[in-house]
């Protein structure tokens, strides 16, 4: 009987490991969910402090996205920017093969477009219906959009006289 008393014991140690780790996991997740919910409210400031105490700019959601996909998503220019100086990648794609552009450019934020493309976002990737950021910003007939992105894909070339 004293056998008994002691595995009892160890599996009461055991359950209340397995709830200290499903409290740590639901704590995660609590976590994950404020940082989507003030990346979509554009709140630079609560962004930047979620950084700060350690949480990854790269975390996803149930559908593969970012806090950078919700921050372009609804045109937060200085969201953006703390989660692009942060380290956030301007190409991550989610389930359905959105960047971050794409997203900018689909809804006609071209401030946000601007910064991606300032920080390296690949205009040339498609989602998984094969559409660019151009075409998605000539869809919604965002001109502003179309602009930057045309800016971004002409070099600054000068073609001189006399070499023909």
Known sequence: SAKKG???????????????????????????????????????????????????????????????????????????????????DPDSRSGDGFTPLHLASAFGHSPVVRALIKAGADSSLQDRDGHTSMELARRGSHHTVLQVLGEQKSPSVHVGRGNS
């Not at 969910?33 to 409210?41: E, L």
């Open 6 to 88: 002691r595995g009892g014991q160890q599996q009461q140690q055991r359950g209340g490991q397995k709830d200290k780790e499903g409290g740590r996991q639901k704590k995660r997740e609590q976590t994950a969910m404020a940082m989507f919910a003030v990346a979509t409210s554009g709140d630079a400031v609560a962004v930047k402090k979620q950084i700060e105490m350690g949480m990854s700019v790269a975390i996803t959601d149930d559908r593969g996205a970012t806090p950078l996909h919700y921050a372009s998503w609804y045109g937060h220019l200085a969201t953006v920017e703390v989660l692009l100086s942060a380290g956030a």
